[in-house]
C-alpha cells in the first residue's frame, strides 16, 4: 500500500505546511480523500463530517470519491477515530474478518490520533503498513511520520494549563480532602461505560469490568465499586494514554478523567522519562523492564 501511495503524488502535496486555517486543512482532506478512493489505494476513508446540528463534527465513513465534499477539520473534531481500527468491531482487527478481506483504511490524523497510532503499533494491535495517515500535525513530537501531510495545527497550551492548574490545586489539599473531592466525583459515574468505549486503548473483547467469574469490580455504582472501576481503569492506561481527552469530553456526568490521566502521565515520565505516542520504537513505560529503574518506593 505505501508503495501505490508514495507513486500517486498532487502537485499541492507539502513534506511540511505551516499554521493552517480549517478550510484550507478541509480542502487538502477532501481532495486527498479523492485521490486515494478514485484510484483504489484504499476502499475507506475515515474522517470528520458535519454533525446534524450543522455545528457539531462527527466520524463519517467513506467509500466512494463524491462523499468526499463531506469531510471537514475545525476545533470541533475532537473524536479519536483510531478507535475504528481496533477492537472486537474495528476495521483492521475484528475476529470476523479474514485477513485477506480487511479493507484498506486512510485515516485522517490529528496529532493526537498519530500518538494513538503509535501505541497500537507498540501493542502489536496494527502494522504501520495497514492504515494511510492523513496527518495534521501540531509541531510536537510523534512517533510517526504521515503518509500524508494535510495541515498543521497549534496545541492547545491554554487548554494544558488550565488542566495543570487543576492538578496543582488537587495535590495541594490535604490528603483526607483530596481522597474526599474524588469520591464525590466518583460518585457521580453511572457505570455506562461511555469512558471505556470511546477509548482506543479499550479493545480487549471482554472488558475485566465484565466478567463475572471471578467478578473482579462490583457492577452497582456505589462510590466504592465507581472508585474501583476508574482507579483500576486508569492503571490500565499508565504509559499508554495519549492525552485526547474524549473519555472526559463523553462522560455524561462531567467526571474529570482528564486529571486523573494526566497526573499519571507526568508520574510516568518523571519516573521512566518516556511519554506515550512519541516514540514507536521503544515499548511503553510498563511493557519493559530495566535493572536501574527506581525502585525507592518498594516497602
Known sequence: MAEELRAIAWESRADAYSENDWAEIAARLQKEAINLLANRVVDIVIGYARSWDGKRATPCFLTDPSQAIRLIFDENC?????????????????PYRLAKKRPRVALVAAPWVLR??????????????????????????????????????????????????????????????????????????????????????????????DENQPQWIERSSTTVNNRVWHTIRAFHLVGRCIGCGECERVCPVNIPLNLLNTKMRRETQEAFGYVAGTRVDVPPALFSFRVDDPDEFVR
Open 78 to 94: 475532537t473524536h479519536n477515530l483510531a478507535k475504528f481500527l481496533v477492537g472486537p468491531d474495528g476495521y483492521l482487527t475484528a
Open 116 to 209: 494513538t497510532v503509535v501505541g497500537l503499533i507498540q501493542e502489536h494491535q496494527i502494522t504501520r503498513e495497514d492504515v494511510v495517515l492523513l496527518g495534521i500535525v501540531d509541531g510536537r513530537p510523534i512517533g510517526v511520520e504521515p503518509d500524508i501531510r494535510v495541515g498543521q495545527v497549534a496545541p492547545n497550551v491554554e487548554q494544558e494549563a488550565e488542566v495543570e492548574r487543576r492538578i496543582q490545586a488537587l495535590e495541594e489539599m490535604p490528603v483526607i480532602e483530596r481522597w474526599q473531592w474524588w469520591d464525590e466525583q466518583f460518585s457521580k459515574c453511572i457505570r455506562c461505560y461511555a469512558c471505556r468505549q470511546v477509548c482506543p486503548f479499550c479493545y480487549c473483547e471482554q472488558c475485566i469490568a
